[in-house]
């Protein structure tokens, strides 16, 4: 993710579908050819303790996600990303695009 002066497409899936959490201008439902949910992240912030920690959802590569595509107002895009960076990235397994 990053953010311009470029209006923003982010993928949402999960809660990110019906509760995204920052404006938009428009949204599509949105298809992730290649990769899948599955629970393929370890977490202590959503399941689990420090000594054995919860599985969650995440993207694994194969199959396809459904989901959605929202277009962000540029103006909009840098703190769109920040939020999404403290609500998503909070495990740190995902490498932005």
Do not use: K
């Not at 990053?2 to 982010?10: A, E, K, M, P, Q």
């Not at 689990?48 to 969650?56: K, S």
């Not at 459904?66 to 998503?88: C, H, N, P, W």
């Amino acid at each position: 993710m990053s953010g311009g002066r470029h209006d923003l497409w982010v993928f949402g899936y999960g809660s990110l579908m019906w509760r995204p959490g920052f404006p938009y201008r428009e949204a599509h439902h949105a298809r992730l050819a290649g990769w899948r949910r599955c629970f393929c992240i370890y977490s202590v912030h959503h399941r689990g303790t420090t000594a054995r920690p919860g599985l969650v959802l995440g993207l694994d590569r194969g199959g396809a996600c459904e989901g959605i595509a929202y277009r962000v107002a540029g103006e909009q895009a840098a703190e769109t990303v920040r939020y999404l960076r403290a609500r998503e990235q909070v495990n740190g397994v995902y490498r932005e695009a």
